[in-house]
């Protein structure tokens, strides 16, 4: 299929055209570099720089590519940020997307997966969260998808768009060739890996007294191979559709960082730190719905698996993309 890959520079876009190259789809890559880097770019896709804030072209990349699916997976993804600058968040994930959906519309591209979150989700009442757990989100990032996937359900009404939507938890680990380097990093795994790196003096672990068993925060983390099978799943789904996915574990901010340590033989210095604002306690995932239609099957079932690859890729590019 001829794939359209909006953010295809960024962490799980580059992972994702990686994968569908590598199982002969045609890529184009729709990047502002904002987030991603141009080193990210899979030297076989063809790589348009655009913003999707402008229309004309984002319009234009779409009716030159002429593709048969779009994946969308330029936002911005950080909790803590959203909490200091909602406006950003609004702006860029509901509005430059709406330029997207309707390029869509008006060149004639018909299907669309989505990168959605569990942070839609806020404070579940219930463990694992299912598809049919009420959505709350407690931060303007999850706020920001949440809307998104509601404009996804009207122009899957009125204009026929066929839509997945994947709601990650939390992606983490690499391939040989591409993994996780944001200019600003704010995630639990990179940030403990460059502390084994001695790129970073300790890693702040952001509230000790949550009602969970060690007081850390609970994640459940999945490999981002997992996630790029998961898209190429999607493509051929047979109607609009809202997927979790997650391997259905939960590792506590404690835990991660004693796998971490245990992986790369390295003393981790940890301090603690206040909660961070907008951080819900627990968020672990259901993804029998995917598995049952779909077919999905996680690979990468273990936490140590997922950090022994993020491990190895940060070895090789101990100072990310920019090195
Ligand atoms: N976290 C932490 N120290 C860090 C980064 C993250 O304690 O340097 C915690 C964070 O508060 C959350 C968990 O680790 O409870 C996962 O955070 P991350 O930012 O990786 O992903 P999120 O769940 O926010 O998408």
Same mark, same amino acid.
């Given at each position: 299929?001829?794939?359209?890959?909006?953010?295809?520079?960024?962490?799980?876009?580059?992972?994702?055209? *990686?994968? !569908?190259?590598? $199982?002969?789809?045609?890529? @184009?890559?729709?990047? /502002?570099?904002?987030?991603?880097?141009?080193? %990210?770019?899979?030297?076989?896709?063809?790589?348009?720089?655009?913003?999707?804030?402008?229309?004309?072209?984002?319009?234009?990349?779409?009716?030159?590519?002429?593709?048969?699916?779009?994946?969308?997976?330029?936002?911005?993804?950080?909790?803590?940020?959203?909490?200091?600058?909602?406006?950003?968040?609004?702006?860029?994930?509901?509005?430059?997307?709406?330029?997207?959906?309707?390029?869509?519309?008006?060149?004639?591209?018909?299907?669309?997966?989505?990168?959605?979150?569990?942070?839609?989700?806020?404070?579940? *009442?219930? !463990?694992?969260? $299912?598809?049919?757990?009420? @959505?709350?989100?407690? /931060?303007?990032?999850?706020?920001?998808?949440? %809307?998104?996937?509601?404009?996804?359900?009207?122009?899957?009404?009125?204009?026929?768009?066929?839509?997945?939507?994947?709601?990650?938890?939390?992606?983490?680990?690499?391939?040989?060739?591409?993994?996780?380097?944001?200019?600003?990093?704010?995630?639990?795994?990179?940030?403990?890996?460059?502390?084994?790196?001695?790129?970073?003096?300790?890693?702040?672990?952001?509230?000790?007294?949550?009602?969970?068993?060690?007081?850390?925060?609970?994640?459940?983390?999945?490999?981002?191979?997992?996630?790029?099978?998961?898209?190429?799943?999607?493509?051929?789904?047979?109607?609009?559709?809202?997927?979790?996915?997650?391997?259905?574990?939960?590792?506590?901010?404690?835990?991660?960082?004693?796998?971490?340590?245990?992986?790369?033989?390295?003393?981790?210095?940890?301090?603690?730190?206040?909660?961070?604002?907008?951080?819900?306690?627990?968020?672990?995932?259901?993804?029998?719905?995917?598995?049952?239609?779909?077919?999905?099957?996680?690979?990468?079932?273990?936490?140590?698996?997922?950090?022994?690859?993020?491990?190895?890729?940060?070895?090789?590019?101990?100072?990310?993309?920019?090195?």
């Amino acid at each position: 299929m001829r794939i359209f890959v909006v953010g295809g520079a960024g962490y799980i876009g580059s992972v994702c055209t *990686e994968l !569908l190259l590598d $199982e002969g789809h045609e890529v @184009a890559i729709f990047d /502002n570099l904002t987030e991603g880097h141009g080193r %990210a770019v899979d030297s076989r896709a063809n790589f348009i720089q655009g913003d999707l804030a402008n229309r004309e072209q984002i319009q234009g990349a779409l009716s030159d590519a002429r593709p048969e699916a779009v994946m969308h997976f330029a936002a911005n993804a950080l909790v803590g940020e959203s909490m200091r600058d909602p406006s950003k968040y609004f702006r860029n994930n509901i509005c430059s997307g709406l330029n997207l959906l309707d390029a869509m519309i008006a060149t004639g591209v018909q299907r669309i997966v989505f990168s959605s979150t569990c942070a839609i989700f806020g404070l579940p *009442e219930q !463990l694992p969260i $299912e598809e049919t757990t009420p @959505a709350r989100p407690i /931060n303007p990032y999850g706020e920001s998808k949440l %809307a998104f996937e509601k404009i996804l359900k009207w122009y899957d009404r009125i204009h026929g768009l066929n839509f997945v939507s994947l709601r990650y938890f939390n992606a983490a680990g690499a391939t040989e060739n591409f993994g996780e380097d944001h200019r600003q990093e704010t995630h639990l795994i990179p940030n403990v890996l460059k502390v084994a790196l001695g790129r970073k003096p300790n890693v702040e672990i952001y509230g000790t007294d949550y009602e969970t068993p060690d007081g850390t925060c609970l994640r459940d983390y999945i490999h981002i191979l997992d996630l790029a099978r998961a898209h190429i799943l999607a493509l051929g789904a047979p109607g609009s559709a809202f997927y979790n996915l997650g391997t259905g574990g939960g590792s506590s901010v404690r835990e991660v960082i004693e796998a971490c340590a245990k992986i790369t033989g390295r003393k981790i210095a940890t301090s603690e730190r206040p909660r961070r604002p907008g951080d819900p306690p627990r968020l672990i995932a259901s993804s029998e719905k995917i598995k049952k239609e779909l077919g999905w099957r996680p690979q990468f079932q273990s936490l140590e698996a997922i950090i022994q690859s993020a491990w190895k890729w940060h070895e090789k590019f101990p100072n990310g993309y920019e090195d």
